[in-house]
């Protein structure tokens, strides 16, 4: 049974960076999708960046371009969302899903089946 499990989270100011890891288990990333996800408090939950199966990114949210990047180490399973320049609006729950990609790629238009508990990340002064 494949499982995602996600650290990194917590309390940082504005302008500030965090770097979100997650761990997959029960399962190889090497063909894999990988995609992050976020929900603020209130809001429904979106979708942030996804890892391609050749190290590709696909940015989900405009808002986040040019501060925020994914990456992925095979090797040890697991896919990293480094966030920089943090702004409140960042805030949320962030979430990792996984998905074969010969299924449906980084699609937002096809469910991811597995998801992680989620780390909070807060950007507050």
């Known amino acids: 049974q494949v499982q995602l499990v996600e650290s990194g989270g917590g309390l940082v100011q504005p302008g500030g960076s965090l770097s979100l890891s997650c761990v997959v288990s029960g399962g190889t990333l090497d063909e894999a999708a990988i995609g992050w996800f976020r929900q603020a408090p209130g809001k429904e939950r979106e979708g942030v960046l996804c890892s391609g199966i050749s190290g590709d990114s696909t940015y989900y949210s405009d808002s986040v371009k040019g501060r925020f990047t994914i990456s992925r180490d095979n090797a040890k399973n697991t896919v990293y969302l480094q966030m920089n320049s943090l702004r409140p609006e960042d805030t949320g729950v962030y979430y990792c899903?996984?998905?074969?990609?010969?299924?449906?790629?980084?699609?937002?238009?096809?469910?991811?089946?597995?998801w992680g508990q989620g780390t909070q990340v807060t950007v507050s002064s």
């Open positions: 899903a996984r998905r074969t990609w010969y299924v449906a790629g980084c699609s937002l238009h096809y469910a991811f089946p597995t």
